[in-house]
Antibody, heavy 122, light 110 residues
Framework: QVQLVESGGGVVQPGRSLRLSCAAS????????MYWVRQAPGKGLEWVAV????????YYADSVKGRFTIARDNSKNILYLQMNSLRVRDTAVYYC???????????????WGQGTLVTVSS | QSVLTQPPSTSGTPGQRVTISCSGG????????VTWYQQLPGTAPKLLIY???QRPSGVPDRFSGSKSGTSASLAISGLRSEDESDYYC???????????FGGGTKLTVL
């Protein structure tokens, strides 16, 4: 069955960096676009970034552009989110999610991980 | 403020039918598919509807989706207490080259 397991969250000071990982299993990872979505405490869902199945294209929310980098290692079935210059407002649960259809990032997501909490605080 | 607009809350009684609206524009809902998610407290979102009106296997047929122009709706019939949850719509936006979520609607079953 499809499994997505995030890791790497924690408490970090403003301005510092953190790298999140999402280990995927149960499907052909190299055929699906992958997303990062976050949810601040008590708030709604916010799309962060998406990467094509082969890593050739990446798109970012304006709120993280220039600070966050999405990447993937298809040989290890792992999705990454490198977060630099973190701000207090980046505090959220970060979810990775699989694209709905193979070779497509436009139609949304189906499976989600359980999320990992990132707290940015001094 | 989300580009996809949902009512913050709605409510219904058991057995009732409720609808949740999601209003967007030509660059998102008007030109792309809409998905709907259910998020129970403390859990990850769960896919309810994809491609505007398709249900994944395992989702009861009490849940249905529709789209018209730049708006979409989620309908829940035969409301049950376990439907009490947050619901989000989502769509790709061609202008932003990004995925958008609505602000979410909290459904209360009275």
């Amino acid at each position: 069955q499809v499994q997505l397991v995030e890791s790497g969250g924690g408490v970090v000071q403003p301005g510092r960096s953190l790298r999140l990982s999402c280990a995927a299993s149960g499907f052909s990872f190299n055929k699906y676009g992958m997303y990062w979505v976050r949810q601040a405490p008590g708030k709604g869902l916010e799309w962060v970034a998406v990467i094509w199945h082969d890593g050739s294209n990446k798109y970012y929310a304006d709120s993280v552009k220039g600070r966050f980098t999405i990447a993937r290692d298809n040989s290890k079935n792992i999705l990454y989110l490198q977060m630099n210059s973190l701000r207090v407002r980046d505090t959220a649960v970060y979810y990775c999610a699989r694209g709905l259809a193979v070779y497509d990032i436009l139609t949304g997501t189906d499976y989600w991980g359980q999320g990992t909490l990132v707290t940015v605080s001094s | 403020q989300s580009v996809l607009t949902q009512p913050p809350s709605t409510s219904g009684t058991p057995g009732q039918r409720v609808t949740i609206s999601c209003s967007g524009g030509r660059s998102n809902i008007g030109n792309n598919y809409v998905t709907w998610y259910q998020q129970l407290p403390g859990t990850a979102p769960k896919l309810l509807i994809y491609d505007n009106d398709q249900r994944p296997s395992g989702v009861p047929d009490r849940f249905s989706g529709s789209k018209s122009g730049t708006s979409a709706s989620l309908a829940i019939s035969g409301l049950r207490s376990e439907d009490e949850s947050d619901y989000y719509c989502a769509s790709w936006d061609d202008n932003l080259s990004g995925h958008l979520f609505g602000g979410g609607t909290k459904l209360t079953v009275l």
